[in-house]
């Protein structure tokens, strides 16, 4: 399998070539899929932004098929299907290789530390605030404006202290299911919006 796409808008076009359980980035790096130790799909958006990418590594090494874009954009993004067709034919050429092998989906290692401590900070802030305002005199009425962003924090700290918490495991797929679910991702950006 052949696959051209932008990683970005702008940066120019990359291209790979998925041969069997070989997979190589041209001029760039080459994988031995039988070698690969451990893969992670992510996707995140901020703001107005969309940002995939497969992590393969082998051993310490870590090779990334990545993507990014505009979010109401990528729906009709030629590059954003490129890369999850990319994805879906390495993920099906690991299970045929190392049919054991699970995929862990979403943000993984020192981002999702990261992003439970911005959590954590979030959500004491919102609690702590608020008796520190009460206790230091001020207004009922500037109190209760206060409390709008207040609540705020508490609720996307939560959010974020309950998705990323380091004791709960992390969601992991088996290789074979991934073509499965990144299908459905773009079915659904393909489908018509009512």
């Known amino acids: 399998m052949q696959a051209r796409f932008k990683p970005a808008p702008a940066r120019g076009h990359v291209s790979f070539h998925l041969d069997g359980p070989i997979l190589s980035q041209e001029d760039g790096w080459t994988l031995d899929l039988t070698q690969v130790t451990r893969v992670a799909f992510v996707q995140t958006r901020v703001k107005s932004n969309v940002f995939r990418h497969m992590d393969l590594w082998q051993g310490d090494l870590r090779h990334s098929v990545s993507w ?17 067709d990319l994805c879906s034919a390495t993920a099906d050429a690991l299970a045929k290789v190392q049919p054991d092998l699970r995929i862990t989906w979403g943000t993984y290692g020192r981002s999702r530390k990261w992003m439970f401590a911005i959590g954590l900070i979030a959500l004491i802030a919102g609690l702590g605030l608020f008796p520190i305002a009460a206790l230091s005199g001020v207004a ?3 109190l209760l404006t206060a409390a709008i962003p207040m609540i705020a924090l508490v609720l996307i700290g939560s959010t974020l202290v309950a998705g990323y918490a380091p004791w709960r495991k992390q ?13 459905r991702i773009a079915e659904r950006a393909r489908a018509p919006q009512s």
């Open 140 to 142: 009922t009425s500037k």
């Open 171 to 183: 969601p992991t797929l088996a290789a074979g299911d991934l073509r499965g679910v990144l299908t």
């Open 68 to 84: 990014s874009g505009l979010a109401g954009d990528w729906t009709t993004d030629p590059e954003a299907f490129a890369f999850l």
